[in-house]
């Protein structure tokens, strides 16, 4: 007689509760689990949208801050010409694609979890429909936890009755909304827009204000906002942070070097971020090693070191002590945020950074807040609005468990990192084998959700290495260690590499590596980890996922990928620039021109484009027999990611709206001894009757563009000059 199929209970119908339900109907013989998945809102997929006017806790046009090999399972691929960095909306499809791929379990939309009872070995499941309003109460052998960390938005009370708007920041989605409390009120006289919280997303959102206000001011036509000229952000954080753009160089430094002074690489290739920073190849022979958790300050120095060299500086000449990471933050556990944007807002005066923490407003002054930084009180006025970025209370996300059960996991309200104490990697407990948790943790990877599904059904399912493991787990004693440890790391698990590693063990699943490697080499990735007894369909979405990654690292390395998207983003910002121009014709003058340029981001004012700057130049140009004017100049520069390239256009006369194409940037494959130029790319435009030959070259220092040049060449019946522009930081 076939044994009786176990029913299973998934609160929660976002990336882990998919994840969950798949692998146990998936990875295991028909019928040893039947699952019915209890989602409270009317969509799948969590937090991430499904369309791009979905209202929920992501903005849709916000993107990931992984790429698509990290925000993957094992067995599902992107569709082809996804960018590296999905949006929030293409998740959700995503996810909706998954379900459809993978069927075979129960999603129950709409339907709220209230109550939940264990009982000789059963769960009881309350189930309130709300659209029927009728109350269901179920019974399951297993119940999993998959309702994420993100409960409800934690917005300090210290605010109460502040005259101006005050949002957590996952509300925000554009400066209109934010500064009429939604249509509620109308702007207040202030023009400061407060960003609080000193972590991931309060870089984002200070970065998103700054880009809405840049775009409002230099994109054509009339403003929306009145006087958007006179706002400015100002960015409260505890303590400094690396900013990490999207994309890392994969070779920022070149042989040679000593060990006081790398050897710079001026023209390094570049990868996801992603893609650098999980490279098991880096890590010492023998079993994959903690690096999260607590920090040591060896460790942290190694970090910051690293961090250091990828980045290209320790940010201290952006002239803001706030973020300069010297001295004594070295030897801290490092912080970090990402951004594409918020450095050059920060190095442009667009955000303003202060060290500190809002303690509420001030009583002598109306619109304003208090930030204390140790006792040196600082009153930061002129408010417009506040946004908390000072992250979610998970307390919500398990009101359906009872005080026994939370008690039990020595539930722990104020702890933001770890709430419960779980064995296995925040998986389950040896007191409640039957419950079980995914993705509950702060920034959960996918991988790792997938790695916690297939424990949990090797676990029920009877596996002995998995009953073994649990056993003998002594994670939670490390968890409950950090609850109160001053020196735990940002998020406390977050070595990507240990966790899949060590499940990898657990679970034994072999690694891939490819044909004729012995070493441990390449990047943690879902689909380097699934089992031999994969479906066809399976292997066939694995396959594909790692010919794509594979892929990705050789079109870097020999077609020079993602180098047109990592200059465009280091273009952003305020420029020195000089100017030579020598002519070889009477008719047109030899001088010099001193001066500045400014990319100034906006969003794409044309379709399929990605990033767009305005280039405003303005300087003294000094002519060689001594006639002195001012000169200016502006064009558009944009980048596409469907075509990875680079483009530069000619403005009409309002020096805003784009005119006609100018010409395309072309990068041109490295030549001669490495080190001695940058990247270096050509370009060339027919303008009747003049012929215009561009040559560029590009330096980096690690991420950031240290100057650039370009050299034109221009032709003509009444032309024959050569035009040189430098332009440093």
Excluded at 382 to 408: C, H, K, M, R, Y
Excluded at 548 to 575: M, P
Excluded at 604 to 624: K, M, N, S
Aim: hydrophobic share 35%.
């Amino acid at each position: 007689m076939a044994a009786r199929a176990k029913t299973v209970c998934i609160i929660g119908a976002g990336p882990s509760g998919l994840v969950a339900a798949k692998t146990l109907v998936h990875n295991h013989p028909k019928d040893t689990f039947h699952v019915t998945v209890f989602e409270q809102a009317d969509r799948i997929g969590g937090l991430w949208p499904t369309s791009k006017k979905d209202g929920g806790m992501v903005n849709p046009d916000m993107c990931t801050n992984q790429s698509l090999f990290t925000v993957s399972f094992s067995d599902q691929t992107w569709p082809n010409g996804t960018p590296a960095f999905p949006k929030a909306w293409q998740v959700g499809e995503y996810l909706q694609q998954y379900i459809q791929d993978y069927s075979g379990y129960d999603i129950r939309s709409g339907c709220k979890v209230v109550k939940t009872t264990l009982q000789n070995g059963k769960w009881t499941v309350h189930v309130h429909d709300k659209r029927s309003s009728d109350l269901e109460v179920l019974s399951f052998d297993h119940m999993i936890v998959a309702t994420g960390f993100f409960g409800k938005p934690k917005v300090p009370p210290i605010l109460e009755g502040f005259p101006t708007p005050v949002w957590h920041s996952s509300k925000f989605r554009n400066i209109e909304s934010l500064l009429t409390n939604d249509g509620q009120s109308s702007p207040s006289s202030g023009r400061n827009i407060v960003v609080v919280g000193g972590q991931m997303s309060g870089v984002e959102v200070a970065a998103s204000v700054a880009l809405q206000l840049s775009s409002e001011v230099n994109s054509p036509g009339s403003n929306r906002l009145p006087n958007v000229k006179e706002y400015s952000v100002t960015h409260i954080v505890q303590q400094p942070l690396w900013i990490m753009p999207l994309f890392f160089p994969n070779d920022p430094c070149l042989a040679g070097g000593s060990p006081e002074q790398d050897k710079i690489n001026p023209a390094p290739t570049f990868l996801p971020v992603d893609l650098v920073t999980y490279n098991l190849g880096w890590r010492p022979p023998g079993p994959v090693t903690n690096r999260s958790g607590h920090i040591t300050p060896e460790s942290a120095a190694l970090t910051h070191s690293f961090m250091n060299k990828y980045i290209g500086s320790d940010q201290s000449e952006l002239g803001v002590p706030e973020l300069a990471m010297v001295g004594e933050v070295r030897t801290q556990p490092p912080y970090l945020g990402m951004s594409d944007q918020y450095i050059e807002f920060v190095r442009s005066g667009n955000i303003k950074v202060i060290k500190g923490k809002v303690t509420g407003s001030s009583a002598d002054h109306s619109n304003a807040v208090i930030s204390d930084d140790a006792g040196n009180k600082k009153i930061v006025g002129d408010v417009a609005a506040i946004l908390f970025a000072t992250g979610f209370d998970a307390s919500p996300s398990l009101d359906f468990l009872p005080n026994e059960i939370l008690q039990t996991l020595q539930f722990d309200s104020s702890g933001d990192e770890f709430p419960l104490a779980l064995n296995v990697h925040a998986t389950v407990s040896r007191a409640i084998p039957s419950l079980g948790f995914v993705g509950f943790y702060r920034s959960p990877y996918w991988g790792v959700m997938e790695m916690q599904a297939r424990f949990l059904g090797k676990l029920w399912s009877g596996d002995a290495q998995a009953a073994k493991a649990l056993e003998e787990d002594t994670t939670m004693e490390n968890m409950l260690k950090l609850r109160n440890d001053p020196r735990h790391s940002q998020f406390p698990m977050s070595d990507y590499a240990y966790l899949m590693e060590s499940f990898s063990e657990i679970l034994g699943i072999k690694r891939f590596e490819p044909e004729g490697t012995d070493a441990r080499t390449g990047l943690v990735f879902p689909p380097r980890y699934t089992y031999d007894t994969a479906s066809e369909r399976q292997k066939s979405q694995t396959e594909s996922a790692l010919t794509n990654f594979y892929n990705t690292f050789d079109q870097s390395e020999n077609q020079r990928k993602f180098l047109a998207r990592a200059t465009s983003r280091a273009l952003q910002g305020d420029w020195k620039l000089e100017r030579e121009i020598t002519s070889f014709i009477d008719s047109y003058p030899s001088g010099k021109l001193i001066g500045t340029a400014k990319m100034l981001p906006r969003f794409p004012t044309a379709e399929g484009f990605d990033i767009e700057y305005l280039y405003l130049e303005q300087g003294e140009f000094t002519t060689t027999t001594g006639l002195k004017f001012t000169a200016k100049r502006s064009y558009v520069y944009r980048y596409r990611e469907d075509t990875d390239k680079l483009t530069a256009w000619f403005t009409k006369d309002d020096h805003k709206t784009v005119d006609y194409f100018f010409h395309e940037i072309e990068f041109l494959p490295r030549t001669g001894e490495p080190g001695t130029r940058g990247w270096l790319a050509k370009s060339s435009h027919w303008c009747s009757p003049d012929q215009y030959d561009v040559e560029y070259e590009f330096r980096f220092k690690g991420t950031a563009l240290q100057e650039w040049t370009t050299r034109y060449n221009v032709k003509g019946p009444a032309k024959d000059y050569i035009l040189h522009n430098k332009y440093t930081r």
